[in-house]
C-alpha cells in the first residue's frame, strides 16, 4: 500500500512568499517565517546574531479605540487594547506609563456584586484564559490570588461557613456547592 506524500512545495511556497515581505531593519538580512509557541511569527534569517522578530497576528496590545477618559496616573488619554488574553484598557503613553485596567461591559460591573471572599476587599470578575476557558477571579490580583472554575453565587457555606457558593451542572441538574476546595458540601439537590 502507497502512502500519499504531502507536497512540501505548497508550504516552502507560502513560507517563501511571507518571507518576501521586507528585509530585517537592524541587518538588511532577509526575514523568515518562524513558528513559536505564541504563533507564527517573521524572524531574521542571521538569527542567533540578529534577534529582530515581528507578529503575524494583531495581539499585541494594539489600540482599538480611544475612550476619552484620562489615566488616573499620568493624565494622557486611556484607549482600548486588544492583548493576548481579551481586550483591556490601557494608557495611551505606554511604555512610559503603564497604568492598565480590566475591560468590563457595564452590564458586567453591574452583576459584579460577589464580594472575594479571600481578601474580602475586591470582586469577582469574569476573565478568561489564554485558552479561550472562562472562570472568575478576585479584581484585587496580583495581590490576591483567588479564583473558581465555576459561576461564582452569592451565599455562606452551611457547613463550613465559607462566604461563597459555586454553581456545579450535573446530570441530576444544577447545584449550588462551597467554593471551598476543602469543603466541597452540596447547598440542595434543587435545580435553578
Known amino acids: 500500500m502507497s502512502r500519499n506524500k504531502i507536497n512540501q512545495q505548497l508550504f516552502s511556497a507560502h513560507a517563501h512568499a511571507l518571507a518576501e515581505k521586507g528585509l530585517c531593519p537592524q541587518c538588511q538580512s532577509p526575514l523568515q517565517l518562524r513558528h513559536g509557541k505564541h504563533g507564527s511569527f517573521l524572524g531574521c534569517s542571521s538569527y542567533p546574531n540578529c534577534d529582530f522578530i515581528q507578529p503575524l497576528h ?14 488616573s496616573e499620568c493624565g494622557h488619554e486611556l484607549v482600548l487594547r486588544q492583548g ?5 484598557i490601557g494608557c495611551s503613553h505606554y511604555p512610559e506609563c503603564e497604568h492598565t485596567e480590566p475591560f468590563e461591559s457595564h452590564e458586567q460591573k453591574a452583576d459584579q456584586s460577589i464580594s472575594c471572599p479571600e481578601c474580602r476587599e475586591g470582586v469577582l470578575v469574569e476573565r478568561k484564559s489564554r485558552f479561550g476557558k472562562t472562570f472568575w477571579a478576585c479584581d484585587g490580583y496580583p495581590k490576591c490570588k483567588f479564583a473558581v472554575n465555576s459561576q461564582p453565587l452569592d451565599g455562606v457555606c452551611s457547613l463550613c461557613g465559607f462566604r461563597l457558593l459555586v454553581e456545579k451542572k450535573t446530570a441530576a441538574g444544577v447545584k449550588k456547592v462551597c467554593a471551598s476546595k476543602k469543603c466541597g458540601h452540596e447547598e440542595g439537590h434543587d435545580a435553578f
Open 58 to 71: 494583531q495581539n499585541d496590545g494594539h489600540i482599538v479605540k480611544s475612550l476619552g477618559v484620562n489615566c
Open 84 to 88: 493576548r488574553f481579551g481586550m483591556f
